[in-house]
Nanobody
């Protein structure tokens, strides 16, 4: 059974920083792509950042230049460094993983098979 565990969420003031972590346990195959998604109350889940086994990254326009995704691929571990946080970044953040790869790492939730329970990020103004 695959277990995806996120950590590192919390509450910060606008302009602050947080670092999210994600670990995937129990996956017997090879995970190639991992991503962060977020969902704010009343809104659809959206892709934030993704990365593949070659280190290629993809970011949503809303976070480019502020967020950085990284990984320890061999350890199935994923990170998201979030700087210059804004109130509109407030959401539940989810880690997702997939054995598939694309020319550009996907930010579509339907492309990912394994999901964590989420970690809350709250940014106050």
């Amino acid at each position: 059974q695959v277990l995806v565990v996120e950590s590192g969420g919390g509450s910060v003031q606008s302009g602050g920083s947080l670092r999210l972590s994600c670990a995937v346990y129990g996956y017997t195959g090879s995970l190639y792509s991992m991503a962060w998604f977020r969902q704010a109350p009343g809104k659809e889940r959206e892709g934030v950042a993704s990365i593949d086994g070659a280190g290629t990254t993809n970011y949503a326009d809303s976070v480019k230049g502020r967020f950085t995704i990284s990984q320890e691929h061999a350890k199935n571990t994923l990170y998201l460094q979030m700087n210059s946080l804004k109130p509109e970044d407030t959401a539940m953040y989810y880690c997702a993983a997939s054995p598939l790869g694309w020319s550009l790492p996907s930010l579509e939730s339907s492309d990912y098979y394994s999901w964590g329970q989420g970690t809350q990020v709250t940014v106050s103004s």
